[in-house]
């Protein structure tokens, strides 16, 4: 079974693009235009541990806070891929506060999806 499985990943290496998390971190710090940036953090966050990486967290703190309500919606969104308590005053603010009625929403969704589902200790 073992080699069975270690056939599959060499199988899916040679045949995928396979993005280490440096290029995957790269990829959003140097996207240009917010349809790039989103679609760079969102491949960030599924590439990311199932576990709170800090680096990918950053990321979607500081998209969080861009201009464009689509870069916060993805933002959102990016941080349903690893959920962490750490995300809720995030979600809250965004919540609340935001200018954008869809941001509004999706976040207040994500928090209480967080609330009532949980976000497995982290």
């Not at 806070?65 to 809250?92: I, N």
């Amino acid at each position: 079974m073992a080699n069975d499985a270690r056939s599959l990943t060499a199988l899916a290496a040679d045949r995928l693009q396979v993005y280490s998390r440096a290029e995957l971190l790269a990829a959003v710090d140097s996207a240009r235009g917010f349809a790039e940036r989103r679609r760079a953090l969102l491949m960030a966050a599924l590439g990311s541990s199932h576990s709170l990486d800090e680096a990918v967290y950053q990321r979607i703190q500081d998209v969080a806070h861009a201009s464009e309500p689509e870069l916060r919606r993805a933002a959102v969104h990016a941080a349903s891929y690893s959920p962490s308590t750490r995300y809720k005053p995030l979600l809250a603010l965004l919540g609340s506060d935001d200018p954008d009625p869809a941001v509004r929403q999706d976040a207040a969704l994500m928090l209480e999806i967080f609330t009532e589902v949980g976000t497995g200790g982290v």
